[in-house]
């Protein structure tokens, strides 16, 4: 493996080298020219966005009238209002069902069932539902969230076939339609990581479990679950932030509503920003999103233990 | 180069020829079940993409879905010039923003996989967790940092676009370095080849599938943005193609044909482009196996 059939077309006119060896054993300082471009964006660009989000939060900025050129900062002002705003409550809980509800359990649960049917299903079958899905996946968000409103209103294709073509599921049922919207946008990112995990199931356990005669399930909670476990706790934490992230679709199909039945944290941070002008109102419920996103990422990493 | 990305990466998931090489299983009651299991979730993954596909052929198109009237003409009355625009300006957005994140990144993952950098883990555990970052989150600051450095238009729209998926591509290339063999490399230092020339006559040949996936990565995440340029782009003629779409809905007289066949033509370079990048390297190795769990 490490005598790569490459290294012998290396001229054999090389002499041993006569200085230093200059490879990863030693510190070099042009390492970390090579690190500064991605160094200087992100910590620009990415970091410094992220804490100003969180002094902003702390300000009366605004995005018209006075306070939009001269803010200053306020204090626990914000936060007064925060702990007051029932709306921020009701998005919390929205926020909730959306990530775990719709992303944890359904994509992961949906994604992990594609992915162990597709490993036995015949090949004409995988190859057109596997397509299927994998482009529903890569649907820019707009056009998803554009072909899901469409789906889910009056006269549109899911109140057709329920005989019922007056009935508007995105006016009455509006957070189930959310949920299913993003479950059908990001199922296949899970079929596909979970696919590559199960790959990594040894084929021998497998016929060995066969050959006792070990029944389908037992196999799956007893063989399968426990070797696939690292890659659905990944898949969950993944699919998690990207639930989590998933602003476009919510906010095209109902922008939060009806009566801010749908309205998740980043539809609700975005609203009070833009729409209600509250700039710094908005940065802080931004920070509440950190706080969450940095909860997801430390539970994965004390229950994954990452290695890099 | 393509017989080294499948070694490292894994059998690739979903490249065509596996699906169609695969023999098919014995036929008992058990593979029927999953089969048709199977088929049917994919028949209901098909349902909502029906509308898009209808409505983008039908001359009456609504929110409804009804049998077509067949025409091209919603085709042809999308391409005016505004709308021409607007994919160019997302075509320039993820252009820019693809070859500034892909630059910085193929740098930073090779210090990263080949140098001795103090804290190295610390630094790649703070990728993975900017990876994880959802955007919405940095859209005020951003929007008052840009307000004030005056930067409300495409090109510092399109840097930041790189930026949000940086953190990704240093992590993929990073890796796809990792499984480049070493000892090409040690054989050129012993030449005294600089640093600039192994990148370039070395790892870039080598990595080239790994950093060609980073760049389809930050394209079309780039492609796909909606929040971000409608934020920062204030001027109507920078507008890209989601902002466009969207704007389609709220118009005073709706065209629903026009919407379908405008989101068909600014969503394919997308499918595409993730058709290219999984032959380059698997799926399963791009988003499983760039986060070893």
Redesign the interface.
């Known amino acids: 493996m490490?005598?790569?059939a490459?290294?012998i077309t290396?001229p054999a006119s090389?002499?041993?080298?006569s200085g230093p060896r200059?490879?990863?054993?030693?510190?070099?300082w042009?390492?970390?020219l090579?690190?500064l471009?991605?160094?200087l964006?992100?910590a620009g660009?990415?970091?410094?966005?992220?804490g100003?989000?969180f002094y902003?939060g702390f300000t009366n900025?605004a995005l018209i009238g006075p306070t939009a050129q001269n803010f200053q900062f306020t204090g626990a002002a914000n936060l007064q209002t925060l702990v007051h705003d029932s709306v921020f409550y009701q998005s919390l809980v929205l926020t909730f069902i959306f990530v775990f509800g719709s992303g944890v359990v359904g994509v992961t649960v949906?994604g992990l069932?594609?992915a162990l049917?597709?490993q036995?299903?015949?090949?004409v079958?995988?190859?057109?539902?596997?397509s299927?899905?994998?482009?529903?996946w890569?649907?820019?968000?707009?056009?998803a969230a554009?072909?899901?409103?469409?789906?889910s209103?009056?006269?549109?294709?899911?109140a057709?076939?329920a005989l019922n073509?007056k009935a508007d599921y995105l006016h009455t049922a509006p957070m189930l339609m959310v949920c299913l919207?993003n479950i059908?946008a990001t199922?296949g990112?899970a079929m596909?990581?979970?696919?590559?995990?199960l790959?990594?199931v040894p084929a021998e356990i497998i016929e060995a479990s066969q050959v006792e005669g070990a029944r389908?399930w037992h196999r799956f909670w007893s063989i399968t679950l426990p070797i696939m476990w690292?890659?659905i706790?990944?898949?969950v934490?993944?699919v998690g932030?990207l639930t989590?992230?998933n602003?476009?679709l919510v906010?095209?199909m109902t922008a939060g509503g009806p009566g801010n039945s749908t309205n998740i944290l980043?539809v609700y941070?975005?609203q009070q920003?833009?729409s209600f002008d509250h700039?710094a109102y908005?940065?802080l419920l931004?920070?509440v999103?950190?706080v969450i996103?940095?909860i997801?990422?430390f539970a994965y990493?004390r229950v994954?233990r990452?290695?890099? | 180069m393509k017989g080294l990305a499948r070694v490292t990466s894994g059998p690739d998931a979903l490249a065509p020829e596996d699906m169609i090489s695969v023999p098919a299983p014995r036929v008992d009651a058990q593979a029927l079940v999953g089969n048709l299991l199977l088929l049917g979730i994919g028949v209901l993954f098909m349902l909502p993409l029906l509308w898009l596909i209808f409505s983008s052929i039908d001359a009456n198109a609504s929110w409804g879905i009804e049998m077509p009237q067949i025409t091209a003409k919603n085709f042809s009355d999308v391409t005016t010039s505004d709308n021409v625009t607007s994919l160019y300006n997302s075509f320039y957005l993820a252009a820019i923003a693809t070859i500034v994140a892909t630059a910085v990144a193929t740098l930073a993952g090779y210090a990263l996989s080949r140098r001795r950098i103090p804290l190295k883990k610390s630094l790649m555990l703070i990728v993975l967790f900017l990876t994880g970052i959802p955007v919405s989150i940095m859209i005020v600051p951003v929007y008052q940092m840009y307000v004030t450095l005056n930067w409300l238009s495409l090109f510092p729209t399109a840097v930041f676009l790189g930026v949000t998926g940086l953190p990704f591509e240093i992590w993929l290339i990073k890796n796809f370095i990792d499984s480049v063999p070493i000892e090409l490399e040690e054989a050129a230092r012993m030449e005294r080849a600089g640093t600039l020339q192994i990148l370039r006559t070395l790892i870039l040949p080598l990595a080239l599938p790994g950093i060609a996936a980073a760049a389809i990565y930050g394209f079309i995440n780039a492609w796909g943005s909606f929040l971000i340029p409608l934020i920062l782009l204030s001027s109507p003629g920078d507008q890209p193609g989601p902002v466009t779409i969207y704007s389609f809905i709220g118009a005073a007289v709706v065209r629903y044909g026009d919407i379908a066949a405008f989101s068909v033509l600014y969503s394919v370079p997308v499918i595409v482009l993730f058709l290219i990048m999984s032959r380059l390297i698997g799926g399963g190795f791009l988003l499983g196996g760039a986060i070893k769990g």
């Not at chain 1, 299927?132 to 529903?136: A, E, G, L, P, Q």
């Not at chain 1, 890569?138 to 056009?143: G, K």
């Open positions: 490490a005598r790569s490459q290294a290396i090389l002499e041993m080298p200059q490879d990863r054993e030693h510190f070099q042009g390492s970390l090579l690190l471009p991605s160094v964006l992100l660009l990415f970091l410094f966005p992220v100003y989000a902003l900025l949906l069932l594609l049917l597709m036995h299903a015949v090949g079958i995988r190859a057109i539902v596997g299927i899905v994998i482009v529903s890569m649907l820019p968000p707009v056009t554009l072909i899901w409103y469409a789906f209103t009056a006269n549109g294709t899911m057709v076939l073509p919207a059908w199922a990112f596909i990581v979970l696919s590559a995990g790959r990594n389908i690292p890659t706790v990944t898949t934490l993944l932030l989590l992230a602003f476009s906010y095209i980043p941070s975005y920003a833009f700039l908005g940065a931004g920070d999103m950190v996103a940095t997801l990422a990493v994954a990452v290695t890099i």
